[in-house]
């Protein structure tokens, strides 16, 4: 790249920085700045909330890991990625349920009414790593377009990125984040399309939906560990589901609805890019839309710069308000100590807290798409609890046991531990999809099985108590 292009690139960072911050509203109540309502104290509105979950859930990491899966693999690698937005209109029903039998505010409070404190806190631990995934793995794909890992450069646009969103976070919380949501979703969805028109000439639609094999051995085991995971994975992700609790139960649903089937086209045509490099032979590096972007040329290329700003500053303003309800809101009213929504200031300092802490993992190297599978795999527990919550009024041994299982099971396929004999299939991801398949029916049985005693020593009783 030269001078003059980098100065341009470097440009529009500043200028995206800038604009985001000067569009977004500021909030003056904390309903506002933790809620997302406007300056009458009015809900979010249909339209602005289809936009925002669509787009927050839009990350960098997942459009850059979806055309490197379609360089791997294909449209299977595409349609594997994508898969995971299928998740967006199941929580959203879950959600629905919940609010509408159970009357809950939140999915802490929801669950702490269900299976207790421990259970609840629990929960918020995993969803704590699971935000504190989103800054780094976010930012670091922007970082990529302005260098290469060590490179400084690749750091400077890492941290000026976080820096202009937390900024703009700060000035308006949930409010503001939901607001510029909306024009980071147009930002997308247009220059998406301008990519693709610039990528159909030179492959044909043709051939970029023909291509990849629908084997095991050819992406088709990380589509089932993504249709294996849509049930647990969107439960552990605030930036998705505080979206749940900001307006009508109806409303909420259709805007889950709609943003779902959105993502879902919008994450698989991006995908595209991947299966463009692999016809062509562009080599993807780990970064295919960087690669194709240099490949097509420098307008290309600032589209895909302008993709990837708008994508993960919608994820990471969405994780520091997440951080914020979090830790300033919910953990609090767990503990009893919180009785009223507390000052903008106390979330404002969490904000900067984890926008600072949240970096450091980015210096130390890692691999983006285990941001989503191995976490995926660590809150498969979280299936049962959500899907047949139902069936108990009140069984905090049934939380656990399937909840730690998922965990355990997380953890000894990040360390290596989980035999071979686990293994479903010879693909890549046999091992992956081994340990989602067999883990999903241990943790539902570990769910069942204090319901299952308890009607063994109460026969009379149709529903645990």
């Known amino acids: ?75 299977v690698g595409g349609l594997a990625y994508a898969t995971y937005w299928l998740s967006i209109p199941l929580a959203g029903y879950v959600i629905y349920l919940i609010r509408t039998q159970t009357g809950a505010e939140s999915l802490t409070h929801f669950l702490t009414s269900r299976f207790g404190r421990l259970a609840a806190l629990s929960f918020g631990v995993a969803i704590l790593i699971r935000l504190y995934n989103e800054v780094w793995s976010n930012t670091a794909v922007v970082g990529g377009y302005f260098g290469m890992p060590g490179e400084p450069g690749y750091y400077l646009a890492a941290l000026l990125f976080t820096a202009f969103t937390l900024a703009y976070s700060l000035k308006g919380g949930l409010r503001s984040s939901i607001f510029t949501d909306m024009i980071q979703a147009v930002l997308f969805v247009f220059f998406v399309g301008a990519v693709l028109f610039l990528v159909m000439p030179g492959s044909g639609p043709d051939r970029l939906l023909t291509t990849g094999s629908f084997t095991l051995g050819g992406g088709m085991d990380l589509l089932l560990v993504a249709g294996l995971q849509i049930f647990s994975y ?37 995908s595209l890019l991947g299966v463009h490099a692999q016809l062509q032979g562009i080599e993807g590096m780990g970064n295919t839309p960087a690669a194709v972007g240099q490949a097509l040329g420098l307008a290309a290329l600032a589209a895909m710069t302008i993709i990837m700003m708008t994508s993960a500053g919608s994820t990471l303003d969405s994780t520091f308000t997440s951080f914020a309800k979090s830790l300033a809101v919910d953990l609090p009213r767990l503990a009893g100590r919180l009785r009223e929504l507390p000052s ?122």
């Open 234 to 270: 969107p439960f552990h992700d605030p930036v998705l589901t505080d979206r749940g609790f900001v307006n009508r139960e109806k409303t909420m649903l259709k805007s889950f609805a709609v943003a779902g089937l959105l993502g879902f086209v919008a994450v698989f045509a991006f």
């Open 344 to 465: 903008m200031r106390v979330g404002a300092v969490v904000m900067v807290v984890f926008a600072i802490l949240g970096n450091l993992p980015m210096f130390a190297g890692t691999d983006i798409l285990k941001a989503t599978t191995v976490s995926g795999t660590m809150v498969m527990g979280l299936a049962p609890v959500f899907l047949f919550y139902r069936l108990t009024r009140w069984s905090p041994w049934s939380f656990h046991l399937s909840f730690w299982s998922g965990v355990g099971l997380g953890i000894l396929l990040a360390a290596g531990l989980i035999p071979e004999a686990w293994r479903i299939g010879d693909g890549p991801y046999g091992l992956l999809l081994g340990v989602n398949a067999w883990g999903l029916l241990l943790c539902t049985a570990g769910f069942f099985l204090p319901l299952v005693l308890r009607l063994i020593r109460s026969p009379r009783l149709g529903e645990a108590r």
């Open 1 to 75: 790249m030269t001078l003059d292009h980098s100065l341009l690139f470097w440009g529009f960072l500043l200028v995206y920085g800038g604009l985001m911050y000067w569009l977004s509203p500021r909030s003056h109540s904390a309903a506002s700045f933790y809620r997302g309502a406007d300056a009458r104290g009015n809900p979010v509105g249909q339209w602005s909330l289809t936009a925002s979950i669509f787009i927050s859930w839009i990350f960098a990491k997942s459009v850059t890991n979806a055309a490197n899966l379609g360089e791997a693999y294909g449209v």
